[in-house]
């Protein structure tokens, strides 16, 4: 990691945020990510450790609407198929 600068928690706090407001996992699956690789950062002693919080807080939501978002898609999927079957003549 040397010459990266630190992911800032406000930032994935921000993601995290705009995932549940509606943006889905077009900002939840960042949020997750770079909240890993900023908790990695902190744990490592380059990242803020007053940012903690806030990575948290922003990798948890974008891990919650990420999971929701694509276990709907596999429920809608399997809904569609099992429709399919059931009106076949």
Excluded: C, K, Y
């Excluded at 806030?54 to 809904?79: D, E, N, Q, Y």
């Amino acid at each position: 990691m040397v010459g990266q600068r630190p992911v800032s928690g406000a930032l994935v706090l921000t993601l995290g945020i705009l995932s549940v407001v509606g943006l889905n996992i077009l900002t939840g699956v960042p949020a997750w990510l770079l909240g890993n690789v900023a908790l990695d950062q902190i744990d490592a002693g380059l990242g803020d450790q007053s940012h903690r919080e806030m990575v948290v807080i922003g990798r948890f939501l974008g891990m919650l609407v990420s999971g929701i978002a694509i276990g709907a898609g596999i429920v809608t999927v399997l809904v569609m198929v099992t429709l399919r079957f059931l009106t076949r003549s």
